[in-house]
């Protein structure tokens, strides 16, 4: 199996306070990669570091290397590229103040497609695959954010796919929305399973048991454990902290 | 239903509240009611001569009767030279600050610089409009020395009101552009910017108030009292000619010009707080309809 | 070969706004050279002697056997009305700012904001015709002085024009007090006036300080309210109700009269030079203190 994405020795600094330490690993193509861990844990910063939007943030010093499909993303490189590499569906469902069609052409727009036609169907083909289409297809001029929570995370992940990313990064996307659509955002994320690889952060641990194929634990900035979802959630684990945090003892 | 005793303590306590109440209501209107009568006063000495002829006829008489409007258009070509120049200036002066800047010294510098160029006595601006544009750059007592010198001088203005409009647009709207794909500009020029179409509405509006009632820049950059131009034109003045203007000439009328009917003068300053009020009304406008339009 | 062409247009528009952005720096700086600029041949001036400039009251810059330039009269003209105005407008202006922050009513407090902003907004030039008009008759009617222009005069156009700056940036630091002050004083039973008195204004010191000290840079630096309506007299002024000269009405009085690169015109240049520096610290000062507020 081939690794779409390759990480060595990745540290992050917060003005000298370390966010992050010497992590190591890899996402293999066509898989769920599950990262747990407790709040403060470093998981939305590692994501952040992925696609090159902790350069935005002017205190973080980024240390290390990151190769995506065997291309080194973690120097010099065209970050806007990057960015539309790796989709991101962020925590809280807010969209562009923008109407419903336009939050979904954003991005092409933004990578020079003008072709009226392409864009249209992107949003189409987009909407469809977060299941949104049926309910805004009579209404994509409205505004996005007069939809409900549930309606909105959905479009992210519409947005997110509109760039036809390699990976896609969802940052604990569930815990602003109601269970139903949760339910069927994970559908989705198995659906996608054979055309991207997939990074799910999330600190609903029965989350990462159902979607992940295998599963990272992040503790305070270093990788605890990482191995196939089944055998870690059976209790066959290499530290017993992992086995801790699952069974509710702490975090 | 618990009785509450009044006691002592809680009588004076109460006693003093009102009396800071009605003190601080006093100085309220003690500050109101001059300020209010001098404007009242302004409006009655003037209204024997304010009318649309007024507004539309030209001095006559060796500037002693008739109307103002030479000075008026000239108001509204320095204004409009002044805006052309300190928006895109100022706006983009704004973006920097708020989309790109660090927290580092040469921008505490900038900041800094921003304040004082603020603070800056116009009399000082205007020896600067002289000694740069009028000498320095050759361009002579004329409309655009005096324009960029306002320019300059209002830019603060506009540099504040866009710096306010774009950081009250949220981080998550700029963050959701980012991961997108979209760059800092393009981020600026689709999301930030259209977002803040009214503060920099308010900012520029604020400018032009400002620009319209500066005397002392002006007075010795190119404004003067009389300039002959075709009566009723509606483009009288070239850039390198002098125009006149409200303001200047109301100050020469006033402190210069015997033999004039009072309510000349005072129709003059009628005038130009009018036209003064009028424009920062639009802005309080625009900024209540924001305000509405957000809840 | 798009993307190349869009990288070089997104750099070459980043390059504009970098540059616009430092423009404010550049003015600041240019402001201050050209204004040294035209002043500096008195560096070499053998007619010209700092210490007569600063500390000498004699300003005859058109004598025909010695002329003088000093400047003496102006700093005291200027102290002497900024002085009486501050006094005038502080108090009544934290006032009015503590009474529309924290006494009056939502609705009102709109109105008064409102009619703060057009106030703030009347140029300085109409004010300056107020006070020769209006003000300077009220003054010889109901003092014994012979003409209405002078000190007073001054010191009363500068109140009135710098009271809606010092109440809108007052209200601006009541503001930033978080509100949860205001309510723990109010659960200890605290009135509104002992709240503001003992809680409010000593948290909102810092930022009260830097509007007194922004409204007196202003003041210092306000010229054509104060050339209309003090008076011509160049001396120290013995009463309220003598005519003075500021620096700054001297500067914009006689600037059209010197002729240009002359001795005379550099000394103008010169005084702009000294106005300059002086409001630079007083800004300087305010700036520092606003910042401590919005870092507290």
Redesign the interface.
């Known amino acids: 199996m081939s690794n779409r994405l390759e990480v060595h020795n990745l540290s992050l600094s917060y003005s000298g306070h370390r966010v992050l330490n010497d992590l190591s690993f890899d996402v293999r193509a066509n898989e769920i990669l599950a990262i747990i861990g407790p709040a403060q844990s470093g998981k939305s910063s590692l994501l952040r570091c992925l696609n090159r939007t902790i350069d935005f943030i002017p205190q973080a010093s980024m240390s290390g290397r990151v190769l995506l499909d065997g291309t080194v993303v973690s120097g010099k490189t065209d970050l806007d590229v990057l960015r539309r590499r790796i989709g991101m569906v962020s925590p809280l469902p807010v969209g562009l103040p923008l109407s419903i069609f336009e939050n979904v052409a954003f991005a092409p727009r933004c990578a020079g497609v003008s072709s009226r036609t392409e864009i249209a169907e992107t949003v189409e083909r987009c909407l469809r695959r977060a299941v949104l289409w049926d309910e805004v297809k009579d209404r994509l001029s409205l505004p996005g954010t007069q939809l409900s929570g549930g309606q909105q995370q959905r479009l992210t992940l519409a947005r997110a796919l509109s760039h036809n990313p390699e990976i896609l990064c969802l940052d604990e996307f569930s815990i602003a929305i109601d269970p139903v659509t949760t339910m069927r955002i994970e559908e989705v994320l198995r659906e996608l399973r054979p055309e991207l690889s997939i990074i799910l952060v999330t600190n609903l641990t029965q989350q990462a048991r159902r979607l992940g194929d295998r599963t990272m634990f992040l503790l305070n900035g270093e990788i605890v454990e990482l191995g196939p979802t089944d055998k870690i959630f059976s209790g066959v684990v290499q530290d017993p902290r992992t086995a801790d945090y699952i069974n509710g003892n702490f975090g | 239903m618990s009785r509450f005793l009044v006691t002592p303590q809680v009588a004076a306590?109460?006693r003093?509240?009102r009396i800071?109440?009605s003190?601080?209501?006093l100085?309220?209107v003690?500050?109101?009611i001059?300020?209010l009568a001098?404007v009242a006063?302004?409006f009655w000495?003037a209204a024997p001569a304010l009318s649309l002829d007024f507004l539309l006829s030209s001095p006559t008489l060796g500037m002693r009767e008739g109307g103002v409007w030479p000075a008026f258009v000239g108001t509204l070509y320095l204004v409009t030279i002044s805006l052309a120049v300190a928006a895109?200036?100022g706006i983009?002066?704004a973006?920097?600050?708020t989309e790109?800047?660090?927290?580092n010294w040469f921008?505490k510098?900038?900041n800094?610089?921003?304040?004082?160029?603020a603070?800056?006595?116009?009399?000082?601006?205007?020896?600067?409009g002289?000694?740069?544009f009028v000498?320095?750059a050759r361009i002579g007592f004329s409309v655009l020395s005096a324009s960029l010198t306002l320019a300059?001088m209002t830019?603060?203005v506009i540099?504040a009101s866009t710096r306010q409009a774009l950081l009250s647009v949220?981080h998550?709207?700029?963050?959701?552009?980012?991961?997108?794909?979209?760059?800092?500009?393009?981020t600026i020029r689709?999301?930030v910017l259209p977002?803040s179409i009214s503060g920099i509405l308010t900012g520029i509006i604020l400018q032009v108030?400002r620009a319209?009632?500066?005397?002392?820049p002006i007075?010795?950059t190119g404004a003067v009292f009389y300039k002959a131009i075709k009566p009723g034109t509606l483009f009288p003045y070239a850039l390198d000619e002098q125009c006149m203007a409200l303001?200047m000439h109301?100050?020469t009328l006033?402190?210069q010009t015997p033999g004039v009917d009072?309510s000349i003068?005072?129709a003059t300053?009628v005038l130009?707080?009018l036209l003064?009020?009028s424009v920062?009304?639009v802005a309080?406008a625009i900024r209540m309809l924001l305000r509405s339009r957000v809840r | 070969m798009q993307r190349r062409w869009h990288k070089l247009s997104e750099a070459l528009i980043e390059s504009v706004i970098r540059v616009c952005g430092f423009s404010a720096v550049i003015f600041v700086l240019g402001i201050f050279f050209f204004v040294c600029r035209e002043a500096a041949p008195l560096w070499s001036e053998p007619s010209f002697h700092w210490t007569e400039f600063l500390f000498s009251i004699e300003w005859q810059p058109t004598s025909l056997h010695q002329k003088r330039y000093g400047v003496l009269a102006m700093i005291a003209g200027t102290l002497g009305i900024t002085l009486l105005s501050m006094l005038i407008a502080v108090p009544l202006g934290v006032g009015a700012a503590i009474y529309i922050s924290e006494f009056c009513s939502p609705r009102l407090r709109e109105i008064l904001k409102v009619l703060v902003e057009l106030l703030a907004a009347i140029p300085s030039v109409v004010w300056g015709f107020a006070g020769l008009t209006i003000i300077s008759r009220l003054i010889v009617r109901y003092t014994n002085a012979d003409v209405g222009v002078n000190l007073l005069n001054g010191a009363i156009l500068l109140a009135l024009m710098s009271i809606p700056v010092i109440v809108s940036l007052s209200e601006d630091a009541f503001k930033a007090v978080p509100d949860s002050y205001r309510e723990a004083a109010l659960a200890m039973g605290a009135t509104r006036w002992q709240t503001v008195w003992a809680v409010l204004l000593p948290a909102a010191r810092n930022g009260l300080i830097g509007a007194v000290l922004l409204g007196f840079g202003r003041s210092i630096g306000e010229t054509m309210a104060v050339l209309m309506a003090t008076g011509h007299a160049i001396n120290i002024p013995h009463s309220i109700l003598d005519p003075v000269r500021t620096l700054t009405a001297n500067i914009a009085a006689e600037l059209g009269e010197a002729p240009a690169q002359s001795t005379h015109y550099q000394v103008l240049f010169l005084i702009g030079v000294l106005l300059f520096l002086i409001t630079f610290s007083i800004n300087l000062a305010a700036g520092y203190f606003i910042r401590k507020e919005r870092h507290q």
């Open positions: 306590k109460i003093q509240e800071a109440h003190v601080l209501a100085i309220l003690s500050i109101l001059p300020l001098i006063y302004l000495r895109p200036l983009l002066a973006v920097y600050l790109y800047a660090r927290e921008n510098a900038i800094l610089a921003v304040l004082n160029l603070g800056v006595p116009s009399i000082v601006h205007a020896l600067f002289l000694g740069a000498y320095g300059i830019m603060p540099i949220p998550s709207y700029r963050e959701a552009s980012w991961n997108l794909g979209a760059s800092r500009w393009q689709r999301i977002n108030s319209a009632g500066e005397t002392a007075m010795f303001s109301l100050y006033s402190t009072e003068p005072n300053a130009l707080l003064v009020f920062n009304s309080i």
